[in-house]
């Protein structure tokens, strides 16, 4: 059955939910009714004449016109008249010549159809001295017709006598005889192409490429004020990549060279000293409107799959890299730019950035051995913890000499490293699991076999490893840690919740849960020794946490309170840090502070905690050689030594006191002639117990237990002790009584 026309309102029809959502398969019903029309019209047996189909397609045509939006895409880019002109093309590629010619007439048809009535565009014409506008763009029906069809409808330029010359030289190398119009289009067509794609072209690298970049950075540097939206940012730089004929990706590399020197100016506008802080450099990122619109720019030029940025973030640090190699000297010059580092930190911080992807880039110019080092470090440290105390006649060095050996060694070899410095400052603007995350993939071999494996609890073992590892190895890392637990305490104290972690009105439990990782750290590694301040202000947290636990009636907070982890964090960090600073009475009463808002059962948990597994070199004597390599020690290494120290100077005071010396006494100064008062050795043994109560105090007893004669010399030295010595006493005297549990002695022995 021959096709038929459809009707003007099955047209409207299918146009109408164009006009609201131009979605591609919307377009499916109308092109099949554009393909029925013109299949009607090149059939001779439908009887349906050209002028009618032409008048229903243009009627539609005009319909739509009218009713689609003012802001809508022109004539030429439109898919309604597009879908017209590539049927009509299909058409002409399907018939034959003889039905050819309707199709022409269609077409023509066609064109001499204006938007608006003829009377309109009559007036509209006087009015403006224009020509109506047509249905369908002759500039379209050029770019996609074929050359026979467009010369049929008169839309191929005239021939030109050089043109019909050169057509008849052509037909006389080959049988056939060209068109001379279609040859002369073509021609046109293939030179235009040649121009365009294949002729090399000459400019000026001084002028147009360098006043494209000028122009760029410019307009990156400009807005600085931040008042540019992003989607207008966006748009400028795409228009002067277009104009310039500027590379995406060196554009790209300007906008992260721009985003950089941005951040440095917020940072150097706080910070005034030369290395920055963390306080600063996190005061400095509050203004986050100064690089809004430099981040859409970056994200926008990067795509939707970001990998470009990852590649020039490494390809700068292998410029630095290869100029740490070039340098023979430690200065300023070899290091990595603080504002690279801080610049890649926020775009990771930002999302823009993988900050994994770097590692390619940044491990192929660092050998970083940061674990075989940390090895090497904690079996040579046993080692001279070992002998510690140890007298030997044969030793070949003196504890003088060793100690100067070990000044001499280089105490931060990781302070020009690029993974530790990115590890540092992602600190400054991220999150601890970000970053620990970050310097474990870096470090440890097996990481991604575990991250495979899904097990989250060796994941966060190896993180803490990792961590521990440069903290101990790198004070530049211990103090970039300790600055951010001092941002979290300062947090805590705030009412904002904005951009925090923890807030004044956050749980004990969560301020513990965010503080316990980093401070197991500092706690490993014995750097919190470098930060009393930071003691002191953990202490003063936790008291006035503690103290709103406690009920109106009781001087002690109720045990059930009492949350794991922050049982965890008093545990394993609050007391034991302790033993790590020098004996400072002051010290010792900031945590008696905390402690005695305790019932005694959990004191006494927290003191058999500092105590165990056991005390000075027993740690050491119970591990294996191969469990010391791997660094993992069921107590810090610092604090064996320093109850190594404090048993060598109780010991050598308990050798000398007595009677006559355990009060202080007034002396004449030989050379001034003036009364001074000379310490007594019961002050110098209480002060020896103020770090280390629990080595002090069990020697003694165990002196006691031998000569019964020094009780009273001891309560005399007593008189010196801070509380927590008195109540570390008390513990140490149930122990001394029976009730350590690991103890040998008999229960039933008469004392």
């Excluded at 940072?267 to 963390?278: M, T």
């Excluded at 059962?601 to 056991?614: D, E, F, T, V």
Aim: net charge negative; with cysteine.
């Amino acid at each position: 059955m021959p096709p038929s026309l459809p009707t003007l309102e099955e047209c409207t029809t299918t146009l109408t939910p164009i006009i609201s959502n131009p979605d591609p398969g919307a377009l499916t019903p109308w092109r099949q009714i554009v393909h029925q029309c013109l299949a009607s019209a090149c059939d001779e047996t439908s009887g349906v004449s050209v002028d009618n189909a032409a008048q229903l397609l243009g009627d539609a045509l005009k319909w739509y016109a009218s009713n689609r939006s003012s802001c809508s895409a022109p004539a030429n880019e439109d898919a309604v008249i597009c879908t017209v002109v590539e049927s009509v093309w299909l058409m002409d590629c399907l018939l034959d010549d003889a039905n050819t010619l309707k199709l022409v007439e269609l077409v023509k048809s066609l064109m001499r159809r204006a938007v608006k009535d003829d009377d309109e565009a009559d007036n509209e014409a006087d009015e403006s001295n224009k020509s109506p506008t047509p249905l369908i763009p002759p500039s379209l029906l050029q770019t996609t017709l074929e050359f026979p069809l467009l010369k049929s409808i008169n839309l191929l330029p005239p021939a030109t006598p050089a043109i019909e010359k050169a057509a008849k030289a052509a037909a006389s190398k080959t049988k056939s005889t060209p068109d001379a119009i279609i040859f002369g289009t073509k021609q046109k067509y293939m030179k235009v192409n040649a121009n365009m794609y294949y002729r090399q072209h000459k400019f000026n690298l001084f002028v147009e490429e360098s006043e494209g970049y000028a122009k760029l950075i410019t307009y990156l540097v400009g807005s600085r004020g931040g008042n540019n939206n992003g989607s207008g940012s966006n748009q400028d730089v795409k228009s002067l990549i277009g104009a310039f004929d500027i590379d995406p990706n060196r554009a790209l590399d300007v906008a992260i060279d721009a985003l950089e020197w941005e951040l440095k100016c917020l940072v150097d506008d706080i910070n005034k000293e030369e290395v920055w802080k963390l306080s600063n450099v996190k005061a400095a990122l509050r203004n986050e409107t100064k690089t809004n619109s430099l981040l859409s720019i970056i994200r926008e030029l990067d795509g939707h799959t970001p990998r470009a940025v990852a590649h020039l973030l490494g390809f700068k640090f292998r410029y630095y890299a290869r100029g740490k190699e070039k340098s023979t000297s430690k200065s300023s010059n070899s290091q990595y730019p603080q504002s690279l580092l801080l610049a890649t930190a926020y775009l990771a911080a930002s999302n823009i950035v993988d900050i994994h992807n770097l590692l390619p880039h940044l491990l192929e110019t660092n050998n970083h051995d940061l674990m075989t080092q940390y090895q090497k470090y904690c079996t040579d440290t046993a080692a001279r913890l070992k002998k510690m105390g140890v007298i030997s006649l044969n030793a070949k060095t003196t504890n003088d000499e060793e100690t100067k050996k070990s000044d001499e060694v280089d105490s931060d070899p990781f302070t020009n490293d690029a993974v530790i410095g990115i590890f540092r400052y992602m600190l400054m603007v991220g999150e601890w699991d970000d970053a620990a995350g970050f310097l474990a993939h870096a470090t440890v071999s097996e990481f991604k076999a575990v991250v495979s494996s899904g097990d989250c609890t060796k994941l966060e073992k190896i993180m803490s490893l990792a961590v521990l590892a440069a903290c101990s190895l790198s004070d530049c890392v211990a103090v970039a840690i300790s600055e951010w637990v001092s941002c979290v305490v300062d947090d805590v104290k705030k009412e904002s919740t904005d951009g925090v972690l923890v807030h004044k009105n956050s749980a004990l439990c969560d301020v513990s849960n965010v503080l316990l990782e980093p401070l197991l750290c500092l706690i490993g590694s014995g750097k919190i020794r470098l930060n009393e301040q930071l003691y002191k202000k953990l202490c003063s947290l936790y008291q006035t946490k503690l103290a709103v636990l406690k009920k109106n009636d009781s001087k002690e907070v109720d045990a059930s309170n009492i949350d794991a982890e922050t049982m965890a964090l008093l545990s394993k960090f609050l007391v034991p840090s302790l033993s790590i600073f020098p004996s400072n009475p002051e010290l010792s009463h900031e945590l008696w502070s905390v402690l005695q808002l305790l019932p005694h059962p959990i004191r006494y948990k927290l003191y058999s905690s500092w105590r165990s597994p056991a005390l000075e070199k027993g740690v050491l004597r119970n591990m294996l050689p191969k469990d010391i390599k791997v660094g993992v020690f069921p107590k810090p290494l610092n604090c064996i030594e320093s109850e190594i120290k404090t048993s060598i100077q109780a010991k050598s005071i308990m050798k000398r006191i007595s009677k006559e010396n355990i009060e202080d006494k007034m002396i004449e100064d030989k050379q001034t002639r003036k009364m001074v008062r000379e310490m007594g050795k019961g002050r110098e043994l209480s002060e020896s117990s103020h770090n280390n109560p629990l080595v002090v105090f069990g020697y003694i007893l165990n002196q006691i237990e031998s000569y019964d004669n020094m009780i009273l010399l001891m309560v005399d030295a007593f008189q010196y002790v801070t509380p927590l010595g008195l109540d570390v006493i008390g513990y140490c005297l149930l122990l001394s009584l029976g009730g350590d549990d690991d103890s040998k002695r008999s229960r039933t022995k008469c004392e």
